[in-house]
């Protein structure tokens, strides 16, 4: 690991002999490593903050972006001789965030410019990727930062060459579980546009890019929310918005997450026979329902962050073939109740490659069918976006299945707005790298969907509860009216209703 890039400087830039180029072949990248120092690359603005130096995500060379003073230095190369179609640019990045703007680009390609959004990656690379479509037989290539003083952008392992997807559309998915939306409205939130127009929080998520709705069902919760009626409820709501679905089964009555994976009270003495035939009646009843009201679940999750297992102890991470016989049940019944809902398997602690692997090696050895492999990442919980993406990569390819991120939030205040203390504080905006602002929470959101976008096989991000402002009464835990709302400065909504700039970053997607 190269030095840390606080402490680099221009005078450190790796000294390469004048060299002539090298004739490049129509379409070829010159120099894409940097390991011939900035040969075949043109720099712009402060040309100084711009250098080669030792390091590199592969080689011994990467350029490095930075100064101790503000600066604006943009390093690019024009790629001639291409056919008409469509090309994809990839390349590894690592930076530490939080520019003005800073980003990698395809400009004068004969279609508009694309561009994705250097993210904050922690001390790990990451890959992006950005497509374009070529008419004008060449196309260049940018590497753009603005950024204040002390802040860095590496890059290396340049590559540029044709490609099957479309321009500008790198996430099949950018959705969000608004599953507490009922609840909120029933007792007294409404939501507006960022002019403070007042409009139905599922068309106005749908106008802003969220093209997927995730919604969690639970058993017979005290409250009567979260239930089967009132998710056949929400979910004409997003079919009427145009939205997909995710189904999220908790198989509980209250919240299942890694911590906790308690049995719906009805089922509690159920032998485990019985239990696995609950599990599947329980699967199939709510997804057959949404198919015949016309509203199938395009996915549905067996399990909500089950790293532990679910249904505590006959499915616990101890006993892996009861575990395996449930989610057995699950998936079955969701192949039999909606055949072409894909069936997801979700875990939390996205940069946990160790435990995932392990989990997911358990499960195929066991043959647990499924289809989509999810996971949850807050960056101020479970590591950098580095150590999300390269988690993605290695479960997609270890696995042969496509991968996505299933909740993700960030908060724009630390400030209250309710009785309930919230779980976002300024400890974990410290720890997470991003300010505690509404622009904060923006390039949060932004840089998780451009990691995210760089993965291969990757399907798109969930934004979890973005409508979950306070509203009194409706808290947290069904089964206590008084309880509150810890989320309320982790919703894309302000205290005053009116949606916040995080929202229209899905729109970029």
Known sequence: MLRTPLVLTAATALVVAASPAHAAAPGDVRNPGFEAGITGWSESGSRAASFVEAGGYTGSSQLTHYADTAYRVTTSQPVTGLRRGTYTLSLRVRSGGNQPSAYVGLNSCGSAEERAAIPRTGNEWVRLAVTVKVTGGRCTIVLHSDAAAGQYTNFDDIAFGPSDSAPGTPLAITGADVSHVTKNEDHGAVYRTAAGQRRDPF????????????????????????????????????????????????????????????????????????????????????????????????????????????LWPDGRWDNWDGLAALLTAGSTAVTAASPGTKVVLHLAEGGNNGGHRWWFDQATARNVPFDVIAVSHYVYWHGSLGALQANLLDLAGRYGKPVMVAETAYGFTTAENDHETNIFTAALAETGGYPATPRGQSDALRDILTVVAGVPNALGVFYWEPTWTAAEGAGWDPADPASGDGWENQALFDYSGRALPALSVFKRF
Do not use: C
Not at 217 to 246: F, I
Not at 252 to 277: E, M, R, T, V, Y
Not at 289 to 300: E, Y
């Open 203 to 310: 068309p106005l998520l749908a106008a802003n890019g969220v093209n997927f709705i995730r919604l969690k069902v639970w058993v017979n919760p005290a409250d009567g929310y979260n239930d089967k009626d009132d998710v056949l409820a929400q979910a004409r709501r997003a079919k009427a918005a145009g939205q997909q679905l995710l189904i999220d089964f908790h198989y509980s009555d209250a919240w299942a997450d890694p911590g906790k994976q308690n049995k719906p009270a009805a089922w509690a003495a159920l032998s485990f026979a019985d239990l696995k035939q609950a599990v599947y009646d329980h699967t199939f009843e709510v997804l057959h329902d949404l198919r015949a009201q016309g509203t199938p679940a395009a996915m549905a999750q067996v399990g909500n962050e089950i790293n532990g297992g679910l």
